[in-house]
Each structure stands twice: as structure tokens, then as C-alpha cells.
């Protein structure tokens, strides 16, 4: 290993200077390939939370629970999820820290006395907390209110708007179907389903024994449970399957889903991302890398009196070969700095213009990997260049013009 000294040191530093404007372009590259990676992770890690809180965001770790019953089966209703599964879930699964169970009718809803498709849905108790919704004004239905037949609703901003479209919607009344509401709450998804669960763009919430009156089905659609942790995940999914067929005829069969593989396809997702973006960055980085190799070659080229010289009046071949080193280390160790400066302040100043509550993480890591793979691609491509000017001749070097 070539030894470092400080006459060493201060000859690749002159060097550089006598040659500002060629050692700054070379630089570039390095600049942009190390801003290059630390950006890259901070996108990637930015892209991977916003997806991820986006699909958690949709139920807080959440299980459900479907029955699949076949048209014309005689069977159906000993099949049916019932509310009493919805409690056999929430004591008899201690991952499960609550449950709560849905069943949706079609209904109308009379404006200015014309009749509009809306979405009647019975909630149980712990339906809000465990779909994460959001009261945007008003209140949520309080436990009384939930286990009796009192005839008031949640509705979406889209149905408050559409009876409402001028005033606030909190506490008139509402005609859906035959039956007059009363408004307590405007509420909204915490992130947006478009339709794939029971909450429709304009549907309204009811507490649960009024939906099993006006069907005459005491039947829960589906089953709501919420885990305590991510990791229960997996272990109340598998107990709440087993409960639902302990407790009905053998044949019934049970759709229970979470998110965990949604997850981690977005996961997967994040991850090929990452890759190609880190591909695209090293590619960066290795153009760089061959413009110090070609720059270099050059110099030793031009500075072979120099070397000649330098080697007449004593100095060693590991001296001439550290000397070309250091110039290249210096190269892409700065414009590493530079680039990491850039690729940690930039995530900083867009951060007043992000939407809503984002947070742009810049990743330590990153900002390691950015400099040790610069500073080693710097290396890597200047040892051909610096071993040509090690291994000159001093005779030969002397007579060069």
C-alpha cells in the first residue's frame, strides 16, 4: 500500500489548481452521480411511505370477513355471518383489540322531490376506529345511539353536498327511502377506497339494528376486525377464519383477507424501484468514472517531464503512484461532498411546497454509500492512469517534449 506523505499530498493538490477548470468538469460527473444516489433512496423511501400509509390508511391493521354463498343455496342463512360472530371475535381472539360488523341496503334519497340512488350502511359499534374514518363536522354515533333504533346518520360530503348544497347538513333532517334522519356527522374516508368497500361516494351511516329491521336479516355483509399490531396480522387472520367455521355447518365458506398482501406488492414495487433508480445513478457514477480515468490519462501524458523529473531527483514509484491516487481521490471525494450537499438540501427546500403533512426522510445510509461509492470509483479508475505514470522511465520521461 503506497505510503501517504504530506509532500505527496501537496504536489496532487497543485497539480489540481494549475488545472482548475479541467479538475471542476471532471468533478461534475462525480457531483451528479453522488447527488444522484442520495436522491434516489430519499425518493424511493418518500414513494414507499406515502403508498404504504395510503393502503394503512384504508383500515388500521385490518381483517375482513365475507361469507360466499352459492345463488340457491337452502344453506345460506345458517352460513351467514351474524352479529353474534362479530362478539365471538372480539372476546375470543386476544390479537383482536376490536370488531365490528356492516350490512348495506340500495335506498333513495329524495332532493328537491326527485329520488337519488344512495348507500345505506349498519354499523356496529367500533366501525370508525377500526376504517380510520375522519369527521369532517358533527359528531360519530355514540354507544347508545349505536344499540338502539334512534333515527340518525352519518353521511358523506358528497350526499351532505348534494342535500345540502348551500348550508351546513349538521343536524336537518334527510329523507332516505321512507325514513326521515336526522344528520349528526359529515364524514369522509381516510383514504379513499373509490368505491371498492361499502362506502359508496354518497352513502349514509346508520346504526346497525335499524338496517337488520328494515331487511329483516339479523346478518352481518362483512366482518370487520382490527389487530392490535401489524405482525397480529397474520395470526388473527387465521383466527378469525377458524372461529367463523366453529360456529356454522361444515361447508360454509369464509372469504378473510387483510392487506398485508397488498402490501407487499407495494412493497415489491418499491423495491424494483429503488434498484432501477440506484442502476441509473451508478450508471452516473461510472461515466464519471471513465471521464477521471480519460482526463488523467491525459495529464500523465502532459506531465511526463514532470514525473521524469520527479523521479530523477529521488522520488519512488509508490511515491509517483500515491501522488496520482490522491488527485483522483481528491476529484471524486469532493465532488462526492458537493453532490451529497446537494442531495440532502434539495428534499429540504421543496419541503415548504409538499402537500399536506409529507415528510421527505433523507437516509444516512445513502449518504455513506453516496461517498464510499464515488470515492472508490474515483480510485478505481485512476490506478490505470496513475500505475502508467509510476511505471515511466526517468531517461525517458527527461528526453519527452
Known amino acids: ?3 501517504l506523505r504530506g509532500e505527496t499530498i ?3 493538490l497543485d497539480a489540481l489548481r494549475a488545472n482548475k477548470l479541467r479538475a471542476f468538469l471532471t468533478t461534475l460527473g462525480v457531483i451528479i452521480g453522488s447527488a444522484s444516489i442520495v436522491l434516489v433512496v430519499t425518493v424511493s423511501l418518500t414513494g414507499r411511505r406515502v403508498v404504504m400509509g395510503q393502503i394503512e390508511g384504508i383500515g388500521s391493521n385490518l ?18 355471518i351474524t352479529p353474534a ?39 356496529t359499534r367500533g366501525y ?39 348550508q351546513e347538513a349538521v343536524g336537518l333532517p334527510v329523507q332516505l327511502g321512507e325514513f326521515r334522519f336526522t344528520i349528526i356527522g359529515v364524514f369522509k374516508e381516510r383514504v379513499a377506497t373509490y368505491g371498492l368497500s361499502e362506502i359508496q361516494r354518497e352513502s349514509a351511516l346508520i346504526p346497525f339494528l335499524l338496517v337488520r329491521d ?23 387472520t387465521g383466527q378469525v377464519g377458524q372461529i367463523l367455521r366453529s360456529r356454522h355447518p ?7 383477507q387483510n392487506l ?60 509517483i503512484l500515491t501522488q496520482f491516487l490522491v488527485e483522483a481521490f481528491m476529484i471524486s471525494g469532493l465532488g462526492s461532498v458537493a453532490g451529497i450537499l446537494i442531495g440532502v438540501s434539495l428534499p429540504v427546500l421543496v419541503h415548504p411546497f409538499l402537500p399536506g403533512n409529507l415528510r421527505v426522510p433523507v437516509s444516512g445510509l445513502s449518504v455513506v454509500l453516496a461517498f464510499l461509492i464515488s470515492s472508490a470509483t474515483g480510485l478505481f479508475f485512476g490506478y490505470l492512469p496513475a500505475n502508467k505514470a509510476a511505471a515511466l522511465q526517468p531517461t525517458e520521461s527527461l528526453r519527452y517534449e
Not at 358533527?138 to 334512534?150: A, H, L, M, W
Open 250 to 256: 361444515a361447508g360454509a365458506i369464509y372469504d378473510v
Open 63 to 80: 381483517v375482513w370477513a365475507t361469507n360466499q354463498v352459492n345463488p340457491g343455496d337452502v344453506s345460506a342463512l345458517s352460513y351467514a
Open 10 to 12: 501537496t504536489v496532487a
Open 214 to 236: 328494515y331487511t329483516g336479516e339479523n346478518i352481518v355483509r362483512t366482518l370487520y376486525a382490527q389487530a392490535r399490531t401489524p405482525e397480529d396480522v397474520p395470526s388473527v
Open 1 to 3: 500500500m503506497p505510503i
Open 128 to 166: 370508525q376506529a377500526i376504517r380510520n374514518l375522519v369527521i369532517l363536522r358533527g359528531r360519530y354515533f355514540d354507544d347508545q345511539e349505536v344499540d338502539s333504533r334512534n333515527k340518525v346518520c352519518l353521511v358523506t360530503q358528497d350526499l351532505a353536498d348534494r342535500v345540502y348544497p348551500n
Open 85 to 123: 360472530d362479530v362478539d365471538a371475535v372480539r372476546h375470543g381472539v386476544p390479537q383482536a383489540v376490536e370488531a365490528a360488523g356492516t350490512l348495506d341496503m340500495p335506498s333513495v334519497v329524495v332532493v328537491h322531490g326527485k329520488e337519488r340512488p344512495v348507500t345505506l350502511i349498519g354499523v
Open 260 to 319: 398485508e398482501s397488498i402490501l407487499d406488492a407495494a412493497r415489491n414495487v418499491a423495491t424494483v424501484l429503488t434498484i432501477v433508480l440506484l442502476i441509473i445513478g451508478s450508471i452516473a457514477l461510472l461515466i464519471s468514472g471513465i471521464g477521471i480515468m480519460n482526463i488523467m490519462l491525459v495529464t500523465v501524458t502532459e506531465r511526463t517531464r514532470e514525473i521524469g523529473i520527479r523521479k530523477a531527483i529521488g522520488a519512488t514509484r509508490r511515491e
